[in-house]
Each structure stands twice: as structure tokens, then as C-alpha cells.
């Protein structure tokens, strides 16, 4: 199993009832509440003092660092939730010379997105 998605990939049903769908609408309406119980009571005490520090901070650089801290921090402490990937395609056609790829286009690395919090698994 992919840490990354607990729960696996998403299989679009065949058929779509009304009933369905609005077991859908209510799971994706619940998850805040299901995420505002989840994180109830955590206390960190390291999380407190980062962002108490990037708070008090007049240094720009020290308080940016600060933040950074505290990010990482919270990246370790609670899930990651995707939300979205970015699909890229790079085509050209093999009868076209001097064809490069374009720069413009940023790719999104989801695996090191998730490993930013110092807890890679996979």
C-alpha cells in the first residue's frame, strides 16, 4: 500500500444513483469535522515555541526559517491529504528536429512534496 493514499485509487462507479451521490456529498461534507476531531487536543510543544519565535521575530530571514520550521513540524504531525496532481504530457512528433522540452511547464514531484516533512515512507 502507497502511504501516500490510505485509502487507494479512486474507481468511478458504473452507476451513479442519487442515493450514491448524495453518500458522496455527505462523506465530503463530514471530512472537515472528521479532520477538526482528529487534530482536537494536539498540543506540541515544539510547534509552539517555532511559531512563537517566527511571531516575536524582526529579523525577516530568522522568521521566515522560523515558519519553515514550524511547517515541517506540522507536515510530520498530520496526514497528508492530496488533494490534486497535476497530469503532464510531453508529446512530439519523432519527424521534428530540435524539439525540447518546455520549461515553462513546472512538474509537480508529489513523492517529494510528501517527504518534506522528514517522514518518507516508500
Not at 521575530?57 to 520550521?69: G, I, K, V
Request: aromatic content about 8%; charged content about 20%.
Amino acid at each position: 500500500m502507497d502511504p501516500r493514499y490510505p485509502i487507494g485509487d479512486f474507481v468511478m462507479p458504473k452507476d451513479v444513483t442519487p442515493a450514491r451521490r448524495r453518500q458522496a456529498i455527505d462523506e465530503i461534507a463530514s471530512t472537515p469535522k472528521k479532520l477538526r476531531a482528529a487534530v482536537n487536543g494536539l498540543n506540541d510543544t515544539q510547534l509552539d515555541t517555532d511559531l512563537d519565535l517566527a511571531r516575536n521575530s524582526a529579523d525577516l530571514t530568522a522568521r521566515a526559517h522560523e515558519y519553515t520550521l514550524a511547517d515541517q513540524r506540522l507536515a510530520a504531525l498530520l496526514p497528508a491529504i492530496p488533494l490534486y496532481q497535476q497530469v503532464i504530457v510531453n508529446t512530439y512528433s519523432s519527424s521534428l528536429y530540435g524539439v525540447e522540452q518546455n520549461d515553462l511547464v513546472a512538474d509537480f514531484d508529489t513523492a517529494a512534496w510528501y517527504c518534506s516533512g522528514g517522514n518518507c515512507a516508500g
